[in-house]
């Protein structure tokens, strides 16, 4: 007879951000909100796209803070996600002619239903099996992306070039601006939805999956129910942001949507503070400048550079941007004591 | 029939690959409770160890212990000075930091090695296996070492002190330390064992895959996904897992139609995925049974 | 007598939350003493923190050598077994192997072997189930592991943590008779953390009644045991 091995759940592999830390506090938002929309106005076209670029990332690591910080579910799949959703904005503006706005709410939709289908088998899985299974569906993607059979849709192997939209009713600004100011409005859309959706009844439901899912489901949660939820949402997002990815890029190829996004979105989610809805943009900020600021350091060796200065953040900060908000915050409350 | 059980045998022969690289894994996580995905970064680094040995006229067996006790040196030199700072940080954190090593160890061998392919050596030589077309020698001797490890494990855990040692630390931490047993160590030797495990596998590996840098990325991920199927506490099952994620993936390749080499992997990982939605602790696993 | 544990001024911590305001007292050597308390008093934390096993700040000696900055391994080294509560069985390995596990630390190979044949006989049921998985035992069964698993370190000073919980009367009784021996017998120190005073206080010379991370009575069993206070309290008449 095999033995069963009993654990008591341990603490939970993601801990739990108290709410009244869970946003920025409204002084900051203002700021933030303020740099970040006069900021495009005093800087080149190549910084905006980097820019936009910035949120972009940000909404994808956004929403894996709200799947995995949110309801505790590990993900190395959201490349899958972030990849429909850039095809679905690529094949309707292309093959179909939508216009590039209405494609993101479709995006969105399409990548909602993907996710929740897929949060159905996930439900027997948990921590390592369902990074696993993630994984599994990261790595699938980029080839599911090139087989033959959707080529025309496609576009194969050389995947489907996107045209940019020109700012509207004929406003004196460039493409790349518009695109900023667009995405931007989404951006903030998506992350008061988010806040109010961690905040609200299905929000709690999530956080105490993430805590503990027996005592959870004990009271009453149902559970299968909120986890694909939380996956559906999750998957919508990152498709959004995908959208909005193939229309900056404006193209989009398979080789484009490996598990290195993946990772590097997970990444993300730990540099800025694991459920922490704020620290996404700077998750995002590392993922996109770090590599680049590492091999300005050394071609050979940017990989150890990347490396180094991933380790070098994870041992001040181990819990992310999070902490050094907390840090500042406590500091700033010393100040005010004086 | 016969086209089955050749592939089968072949998938046998390829599977002792990813039953190494499964024990390896399932060694780790033994000790630390999750994955290293830097594991496969490290056995490659062992193994290009031992290739600039044989280069500078070292036989190849007295490199290839040489090898084994650097790498074993360097598993515990990695947990103590990189991980074990991060004992208390959250597991994320820690997957971050396995991130951030792969990172470092592919790069710093891409330097120092450089990219292009080279040829390793096998002990065993690679003629037919008794005749047969579809196991070379080479293969064979693999699948011995890899049992011969296996056996090697089972006695070790089994019949030593040490062995009950890093049982009892790995299963409840708290209750070792009440017995005094100091569970810090016992995790930096598991990273060490792991280490030295996967410095074999990658010694066996190379002749057939080639060495380069990025040679492992394959083999680790079809060894993640066998240490699982085979159930993550059983080293046993790891082995089984790799033989049967071997003939998993060559018989997919014979007889799913419009297959290519691509997609193989992420079929063989969907299979063990479904494998896994129906029995959640692997195939040998111990059920786990959670309470509140 | 000479004072086998010292604690002097004992505060510990669970993150911010204080639990044990300047705890104080003694363990005479070969006593056995009792430390009782409500749920929530603070005597968990006590042996916890003799054991380093949580934040604390405060002078703890035994044996004259202070146990502060010593990892819990390093003290159980020292000589003191901790039993604690819910049993820490090694669930998934054999019942001899969880003694084993016991005298990890010990190098007399014939020693050790010799030990585990005493447990048996203090254990009988133990050695019939000796191949068993350590899980698959009973509650009670279970805790007869735990002490003599703690015994094979061979400890001058033990620590249990609630033995009797879960389990029924009559196996409490029969843990305690053995306990009481090995007390007498082997000389070794004992501190029970009990919620079942009655059985604690009979099986005890000495009593500590804690509230609130504090001790607010010391004595001896039978004095405690008389005091109305504690009788209304703990003893239920």
Known sequence: MSAVQETVTDAPAVEAVPKRAMTLGTGTSLVMLALLIAAPLFVKNFIIFQMTMLLIYGLAVLALNILTGGSGQFSLGQSAFYAVGAYTSAILMEHVGMNYALTLPIAGLVCFVFGFLFGQPALRLSGVYLALATFALATAMPQLLKLGYFEHWTGGVQGLVVTKPDAPFGLPISQDMWLYYFTLVITIAIYIFSVNLLKSRSGRAFMAIRDNEIAASAMGINVALYKTLAFGVSAGITGVAGGLGAIAVQFVAPDGYTITLAISLFLGMVVGGVGWLPGSIVGSAFIIFVPNIAEGISKGLSGAVFGVILFLVIYLVPHGARQVALVAQHLVGKLKQR | ?292 | MTAMLNVRDLRAYYGQVQALHGLSFALDEGSLTTLLGANGAGKTTTLRAICNMVRSTGAIEFDGAALSGRSTENIVRLGIAHVPQGRGTFTTMTVEENLQLGAITRSDKAGIVSDIERMYDHFPVLKQRYAQQAGTLSGGEQQMLAVARALMLRPRLMLLDEPSFGLAPLIVRDLFKILGKINREDKVTILVVEQNAQLALELADQAYVIETGRIVMSGSAAEIGNNEDVRKSYLGY
């Open chain 2, 1 to 292: 029939m016969e086209l089955l059980t050749n592939q089968v045998l072949a998938g046998i022969a390829t599977g002792a690959i990813y039953a190494c690289m499964a024990l390896a894994v399932v060694m780790i996580y033994q000790a630390i409770d999750h994955l290293n995905f830097a594991q496969g970064e490290m056995a490659m680094f062992s193994t290009f160890i031992s290739w600039q040995l044989l280069q500078w006229g070292v036989p190849y067996w007295g490199a290839f212990v040489l090898t084994l006790a650097l790498s074993f040196a360097g598993g515990i030199l990695i947990e103590r000075l990189l991980f074990k700072p991060l004992a208390k940080a959250p597991i994320l954190t820690n997957v971050a930091g396995f991130i951030a090593l792969y990172a470092i160890i592919n790069s710093v061998a891409g330097l120092i090695w450089d990219f292009t392919i080279k040829q390793y050596p096998t002990p065993f030589g690679s003629s037919p296996f008794l005749g047969s077309q579809l196991i070379s020698t080479h293969q064979a001797g693999m699948i011995g070492v890899t049992i011969l490890l296996l056996i090697g494990l089972f006695f070790f855990f089994r019949f030593t002190r040490m062995g009950l040692a890093m049982r009892a630390a790995a299963s409840v931490p708290e209750s070792a330390r009440l017995v005094g047993i100091n569970t810090s160590w016992m995790i930096a030797l598991g990273w060490g064992m792991a280490a030295a495990i996967g410095s074999i596998a990658g010694m066996m590996i190379a002749p057939v895959v080639f060495l380069e840098p990025n040679m492992m990325l394959g083999v680790l991920i079809y060894g993640f996904a066998a240490a699982v199927l085979g159930g993550l506490t059983s080293p046993f099952g790891a082995v089984v897992g790799g033989f049967l994620v071997g003939i998993f993936e060559n018989l997919v390749g014979t007889y799913i139609p419009g297959v290519g080499n691509e997609l193989k992997l992420p079929i063989a990982l969907a299979l063990i995925v479904t494998v896994l939605v129906v029995k959640p602790a692997g195939l040998f696993g111990r059920p786990i049974v959670k309470r509140v």
